[in-house]
């Protein structure tokens, strides 16, 4: 398959191409690269894929979410979680659904955390959003095409390079088997979640 990866660039997004690329042609694409993409403006998702034909799957592995407590969450930083994290890949799932081919997939990258997460109300919204759009939009999807969630919770990777230990964690390259599960199966509408191993 020729499968265009969002965020090759981050922690995740370098283990899903490694995995990915072990049986599939992977595109690696980010803001900086070329051709380049920016999920908070959808015109760059047009250019991409006008640059990109003939695709059989998406994956993004590229959208974040800054932590702020609820207390000074502003109208500003709510807006922005919401936009780059929800409303950008659902604008990526609305224009690859007239660009991918015949049976081809969308998947997301979401998040899931045990217990309350200081600072995590935004990414909370955003992250249930997602879901509930993915489950209601996948069975509406023409031409066969399916689409999921991948919430990986936290990542090994990322809490070693911040210097934080505790909350239990998933190593990078387990994270990305979940992807390679939602691009060479059958499933669509669902959310697919790490198992925690540390």
Known sequence: MRIVLIGAGGTIGRAVAAALEERHEVIAVSRRSSPSVDLTEPQTIDALFDAVPEVDAVVSAAASVRLARFGTLSDEELAHALRAKLFGQIALLQRAVARLREGGSVTLTGGSFDGVLPGGSAG?????????????????????????????????????????????????????????????GAMSGQALRALVTT
């Open 124 to 184: 909370a919204l955003a992250n249930a959003g997602l879901e509930a759009f993915v489950a209601q939009a996948a069975p509406e999807l023409p031409r066969g095409l399916r689409a999921n969630v991948i919430a990986p919770g936290w990542v090994q990777e990322t809490l070693d390079a911040l210097g934080l230990q505790g909350p239990r964690s998933t190593p990078a390259r387990e994270v990305a088997k979940l992807y390679v599960q939602a691009v060479d």
